[in-house]
């Protein structure tokens, strides 16, 4: 497409395929911020090649006169070379993974940590003498408290792993909520919320005789928070609310939500599913009771997650599965049980998972949440206006703070319909409701297209997705 002046509405690419973008040297490349051990750099006496390894020297004469970029360039290219699967081809061309909302790829560091754990490690945990039961266990538990760093958590004991953020929101229904939650209570949820986070309230509510209370959004997908204030009351005893919308890429306000239920004396829970792979996340300065989040969607393997609860809380809450590993003692007569986390983690868990999900935390750490946030926003910011620009497409979802999602509908084509016309040229995006359908109802939506955008992903990646639709619009029947 072009503009009214005949310029190109996309900016050219290099011979290398990397945009001539100002952006690219604002923030740490994987080969600064990764390890210089591997990408050794020729020194001069007179400029250091990594200013945050040289130490200052101790002459007497002044400082230095330079100073670093406070944002190194990130280099995508490097990036994408940690992540095999993007070197498949599709339909004969290069993979464009847009849909990283449902799931993320995973780099190479993370696949070969679960193939050691297998290779020399594997065992049951907690329950043997021998060496290998003490590597796995290691093991394990080193990735309990590289989660809890990773989020800000008081300690390891208030990680608790799980298959998903479903599965951990189910069990905060289960445990906390069926010990606490009686007819005439209220639950307030937003109108934001995957299934997962609607779907065991209401089960809850239906057994309980509480009632289910809904955050109303506006036409561009933003919580009405003065509503919100309004459906706060003494009745209130748990607001579950997302950080981001898995389907409009909506960014919550979780630390205003968090504090204004808290003044009304309600416990409080926050669905970091997709936040978690965006953004740093402080689970003491957001101030929620819970917080869950899925390992597959930070580019950890599937079927591991976690539930964070502060350590008061869950000290108070009675266990959900029972059986092994989550008792202390068990007679005929009865059963003790262990302290949080264990018992909240009945049966052999995920362990090789567990582990691989440390070892994406410590990848995404190592590249740095805050330069995958910058980059992933500068994507955001890249794509809107062009496929926005397409003949046909109304963008779904445009409030002023988002995370990397950009949902839209086209013109003469049902949703399903454009993303198998992106597969045709490899480019796989989501098309349907997404797990959240009162928000597309409320917007008038039964499905939308759904491209999601990862710190791997290009801008030369946007440039096809949006030449594909430019040729979906050309054709439009209607």
Same mark, same amino acid.
């Given at each position: 497409?072009?503009?009214?002046?005949?310029?190109?509405? !996309?900016?050219?690419?290099?011979? *290398?395929?990397?945009?001539?973008?100002?952006?690219?040297?604002?923030?740490?490349?994987?080969?600064?911020?990764?390890?210089?051990?591997?990408?050794?750099?020729?020194?001069?006496?007179?400029?250091?090649?990594?200013?945050?390894?040289?130490?200052?020297?101790?002459?007497?004469?002044?400082?230095?006169? =330079?100073?670093?970029?406070?944002?190194?360039?990130?280099?995508?290219?490097?990036?994408?070379?940690?992540?095999?699967?993007?070197?498949?081809?599709?339909?004969?061309?290069?993979?464009?993974?847009?849909?990283?909302?449902?799931?993320?790829?995973?780099?190479?560091?993370?696949?070969?940590?679960?193939?050691?754990?297998?290779?020399?490690?594997?065992?049951?945990?907690?329950?043997?003498?021998?060496?290998?039961?003490?590597?796995?266990?290691?093991?394990?538990?080193?990735? /309990?408290?590289?989660?809890?760093?990773?989020?800000?958590?008081?300690?390891?004991?208030?990680?608790?792993? +799980?298959?998903?953020?479903?599965?951990?929101?189910?069990?905060?229904?289960?445990?906390?909520?069926?010990?606490?939650?009686?007819?005439?209570?209220?639950?307030?949820?937003? !109108?934001?919320?995957?299934?997962?986070?609607?779907?065991?309230?209401?089960?809850?509510?239906?057994?309980?005789?509480?009632?289910?209370?809904?955050?109303?959004?506006?036409?561009?997908?933003?919580?009405?928070?003065?509503?919100?204030?309004?459906?706060?009351?003494? /009745?209130?005893?748990?607001?579950?609310?997302?950080?981001?919308?898995?389907?409009?890429?909506?960014?919550?306000?979780?630390?205003?939500?968090?504090?204004?239920?808290?003044?009304?004396?309600?416990?409080?829970?926050?669905?970091?599913?997709?936040?978690?792979? !965006?953004?740093?996340?402080? +689970?003491?300065?957001?101030?929620?009771?819970?917080?869950?989040? *899925?390992?597959?969607?930070?580019?950890?393997?599937?079927?591991?997650?976690?539930?964070?609860?502060?350590?008061?809380?869950?000290?108070?809450?009675?266990?959900?599965?029972?059986?092994?590993?989550?008792?202390?003692?068990?007679?005929?007569?009865?059963?003790?049980?262990?302290?949080?986390?264990?018992?909240?983690?009945?049966?052999?868990?995920?362990?090789?998972?567990?582990?691989?999900?440390?070892?994406?935390?410590? =990848?995404?750490?190592?590249?740095?949440?805050?330069?995958?946030?910058? =980059?992933?926003?500068?994507?955001?910011?890249?794509?809107?206006?062009?496929?926005?620009?397409?003949?046909?497409?109304?963008?779904?979802?445009?409030?002023?703070?988002?995370?990397?999602?950009?949902?839209?509908?086209?013109?003469?084509?049902?949703?399903?319909? +454009?993303? /198998?016309?992106?597969?045709?040229?490899?480019?796989?995006?989501?098309?349907?409701? !997404?797990?959240?359908?009162?928000?597309?109802?409320?917007?008038?939506?039964?499905?939308?297209?759904?491209?999601?955008?990862?710190? =791997?992903?290009?801008?030369?990646?946007?440039?096809?997705?949006?030449?594909?639709?430019?040729?979906?619009?050309?054709?439009?029947?209607?």
């Amino acid at each position: 497409m072009a503009d009214a002046a005949g310029q190109s509405a !996309h900016p050219p690419v290099s011979t *290398s395929g990397i945009h001539n973008d100002p952006f690219l040297t604002a923030i740490p490349s994987l080969r600064e911020v990764l390890s210089p051990q591997r990408f050794p750099e020729p020194t001069s006496s007179a400029t250091p090649s990594f200013y945050f390894l040289d130490a200052p020297t101790s002459t007497g004469t002044t400082a230095p006169t =330079y100073l670093p970029d406070a944002h190194p360039p990130f280099d995508v290219y490097a990036v994408r070379n940690d992540f095999p699967i993007l070197r498949e081809q599709v339909n004969g061309h290069p993979l464009v993974w847009f849909d990283n909302a449902a799931t993320t790829q995973k780099p190479r560091s993370v696949i070969e940590r679960i193939t050691r754990f297998y290779e020399h490690e594997n065992s049951n945990i907690h329950r043997a003498a021998h060496e290998l039961a003490a590597r796995s266990t290691d093991a394990y538990e080193q990735a /309990r408290d590289i989660v809890a760093r990773f989020i800000g958590a008081s300690s390891a004991e208030e990680i608790i792993f +799980v298959r998903g953020a479903t599965e951990g929101i189910n069990l905060i229904a289960q445990t906390w909520g069926r010990k606490n939650i009686r007819a005439g209570d209220e639950i307030i949820i937003s !109108h934001l919320e995957h299934h997962a986070n609607i779907v065991p309230w209401q089960m809850l509510a239906a057994e309980t005789g509480a009632q289910l209370k809904v955050i109303p959004v506006d036409d561009n997908g933003e919580l009405l928070l003065g509503e919100y204030t309004r459906l706060l009351s003494d /009745r209130t005893k748990l607001v579950s609310v997302t950080h981001v919308s898995n389907a409009l890429g909506t960014i919550t306000p979780v630390r205003e939500i968090v504090a204004e239920a808290q003044r009304a004396g309600a416990v409080t829970l926050v669905d970091g599913a997709q936040s978690v792979p !965006h953004t740093s996340i402080d +689970v003491r300065s957001i101030g929620a009771d819970f917080f869950v989040f *899925s390992g597959h969607k930070l580019f950890g393997p599937t079927g591991i997650g976690v539930v964070y609860g502060k350590s008061e809380i869950l000290q108070d809450v009675p266990p959900w599965q029972g059986g092994g590993n989550m008792i202390s003692d068990v007679t005929l007569e009865r059963s003790l049980f262990q302290p949080p986390p264990g018992r909240f983690e009945a049966g052999t868990g995920n362990i090789a998972d567990a582990v691989g999900l440390g070892a994406a935390i410590e =990848y995404v750490e190592r590249l740095g949440m805050d330069a995958i946030a910058r =980059y992933e926003h500068h994507l955001l910011e890249y794509a809107t206006p062009r496929v926005a620009a397409v003949r046909g497409v109304r963008l779904v979802g445009t409030a002023a703070d988002k995370a990397s999602v950009l949902s839209f509908v086209m013109d003469g084509y049902e949703p399903i319909e +454009v993303g /198998r016309a992106l597969n045709e040229q490899g480019i796989a995006v989501r098309a349907g409701h !997404h797990c959240a359908q009162p928000i597309l109802r409320r917007l008038g939506l039964e499905a939308t297209v759904r491209p999601s955008f990862a710190f =791997y992903n290009t801008c030369a990646e946007i440039d096809r997705m949006v030449a594909a639709l430019d040729q979906l619009a050309a054709r439009s029947p209607r």
